[in-house]
């Protein structure tokens, strides 16, 4: 089984960035497609951004493109999402999640979650 641990959330000012991590253990990274998941209070989970085994695809939910970069350092076992120009709809608990070989946008097919990090954007 993989275990995934979130860190570099936090406060920010509008249109300031932050970079996550996740950082991968008990599982053999490379053959794991990974995903952002956000989740506001009172709202459900939502795809962020993906990105599949070998990092050559990546794929952003519209409301963050041009903003935010999914990454991934297979050496390290971790993956990266750059947050850039933050807004403060931006707010949410950010998580990770892993997936058998196929990267997807569909949270009910990631076996696997980080514990999440807290992301807040002020105005």
């Known amino acids: 089984q993989v275990q995934l641990v979130e860190s570099g959330g936090g406060l920010v000012q509008a249109g300031g960035s932050l970079r996550l991590s996740c950082a991968a253990s008990?599982?053999?990274?490379?053959?794991?497609?990974m995903g952002w998941f956000r989740q506001a209070p009172g709202k459900e989970r939502e795809f962020v951004a993906g990105i599949n085994t070998s990092g050559g695809s990546t794929y952003y939910v519209d409301s963050v493109k041009g903003r935010f970069t999914i990454s991934r350092d297979n050496a390290k076992n971790t993956v990266y999402l750059q947050m850039n120009s933050l807004k403060p709809e931006d707010t949410a608990v950010y998580y990770c999640?892993?997936?058998?070989?196929?990267?997807?946008?569909?949270?009910?097919?990631?076996?696997?979650w980080g514990q999440g990090t807290q992301v807040t954007v002020s105005s």
């Open positions: 999640a892993a997936n058998y070989v196929y990267v997807t946008r569909a949270l009910g097919e990631y076996d696997y």
């Open positions: 008990g599982g053999t990274f490379t053959r794991y497609a």
